[in-house]
């Protein structure tokens, strides 16, 4: 679970919240991507058909790497229980980084996670 960076507190309000039920997909790998996620409720998983990455509940992000390279995204996301996310577009996205500096640095500290998470993975296989 991501629990070490909580967003929630910079995006707490109702604004922009998706509801999910368990097990409808908030998008899929290969979607175009213009939009990171807060998760609100809930917990969601980031595959790649039938490989979890990670399950990610409140207060984590999600989409993050599309919204800052504008790439399309490397992994499909799905609820696992009943979930509400708010959604953070690019311009939004991009107030918070100019206006937030410790923002953009949390955003960098989960990217960096779950990169040295990613290569701890490749060398076991």
């Not at 998706?18 to 980031?46: C, H, I, N, S, W």
């Not at 996205?93 to 290569?119: G, S």
């Amino acid at each position: 679970m991501d629990t070490d960076y909580d967003f929630l507190n910079l995006f707490g309000g109702d604004e922009g919240v998706v509801r999910l039920a368990p097990g409808e997909t908030l998008f899929a790998k290969g979607d175009p991507a213009k939009t990171m996620y807060v998760v609100r409720t809930g917990a969601l998983q980031v595959h790649d058909g039938n490989v979890i990455y990670e399950t990610v509940g409140p207060g984590g992000i999600l989409g993050e790497m599309a919204i800052v390279d504008g790439a399309a995204r490397s992994a499909g996301v799905r609820a696992e229980h009943a979930s509400e996310v708010i959604a953070v577009d690019q311009a939004r996205f991009l107030r918070m980084v100019e206006r937030t500096p410790f923002f953009a640095i949390r955003i960098m500290q989960v990217l960096t996670r779950r990169l040295r998470h990613t290569n701890e993975r490749v060398k076991l296989t």
